[in-house]
């Protein structure tokens, strides 16, 4: 069973940075070997669920939202289930929950869409005060 934590969520004033964290468990060595992504996503009050960025587990290479380009840095840490999202100029349009998501069988990132990615985390809240 696939289960994925988002932690480092919080409060920061224009132009701060965090750095939201996620684990991702109960993928096999097998499905490693087929190619994990791992993307993060954020939802606006109102708005629709935005996808921002994603790594591929298999080569990290990387993908990102022209609204984050420059801004956030996807990573993924010691531990392949590990990833992080760096964001540093924050804006309160950053303002959002969010959410990171997982897909596996592919080696090659993939597009930012709810559609490609399987499993969800719960969300953790970004709020940016101007």
């Known amino acids: 069973q696939v289960q994925i934590v988002e932690s480092g969520g919080g409060s920061v004033q224009a132009g701060g940075s965090l750095r939201l964290s996620c684990v991702v468990s109960?993928?096999?060595?097998?499905?490693?070997?087929?190619?994990?992504?791992i993307g993060w996503f954020r939802q606006a009050p109102g708005k629709e669920r935005e996808g921002i960025s994603c790594?591929?587990?298999?080569?990290?290479?990387?993908n990102y939202a022209d609204s984050v380009k420059g801004r956030f840095t996807i990573s993924s840490g010691n531990a392949k289930n590990t990833v992080y999202l760096q964001m540093n100029s924050l804006e309160p349009e950053d303002t959002a929950v969010y959410y990171c998501?997982?897909?596996?069988?592919?080696?090659?990132?993939?597009?930012?869409?709810?559609?490609?990615?399987?499993?969800w985390g719960q969300g953790t809240q970004v709020t940016v005060s101007s």
């Open positions: 998501a997982a897909t596996y069988g592919t080696q090659q990132v993939v597009e930012l869409s709810e559609l490609e990615f399987d499993y």
């Open positions: 109960g993928f096999t060595e097998r499905d490693y070997g087929f190619g994990i992504v």
């Open positions: 790594i591929s587990t298999y080569d990290k290479s990387t």
